[in-house]
């Protein structure tokens, strides 16, 4: 099906800011449901934000407030804001995309310094 790419991770300062992306090989109209999970080393992966393709989001309170999910059908795009970042969202992202099944990306890491 579809295959994810993500980019966009790095190295940054407890309180800073870093935009995630993650770029579809095909279209993503059809795609009801995207969003991205994240990993953190000896953790299981954990439910970061959703993204409906009519723009209807989800997130956990771990990351309301501070996280911002957006999609862009025609351009095959999603993005992930992540404001006033802590050390504790220091893990892999991995966005993904839902019909029938998950697909992911190879993820890209984030650390965040305290």
């Known amino acids: 099906q579809v295959q994810l790419v993500e980019s966009g991770g790095g190295l940054v300062q407890t309180g800073g800011s870093l935009r995630l992306s993650c770029a579809a090989s095909?279209?993503?109209?059809?795609?009801?449901?995207m969003g991205w999970f994240r990993q953190a080393l000896g953790k299981q992966r954990e439910f970061v934000a959703s993204?409906?393709?009519?723009?209807?989001?989800n997130y956990p309170e771990s990351v309301k407030g501070r996280f911002t999910i957006s999609r862009d059908n025609a351009k095959n795009m999603m993005w992930l804001q992540m404001n006033s970042l802590k050390p504790e969202d220091t893990a892999v992202y991995y966005c993904?995309?839902?019909?029938?099944?998950?697909?992911w990306g190879q993820g890209t890491q984030v650390t965040v310094s305290s």
């Open positions: 993904y995309a839902l019909n029938d099944r998950y697909s």
């Open positions: 095909g279209s993503i109209f059809s795609i009801n449901y």
């Open positions: 993204i409906t393709s009519g723009g209807t989001t």
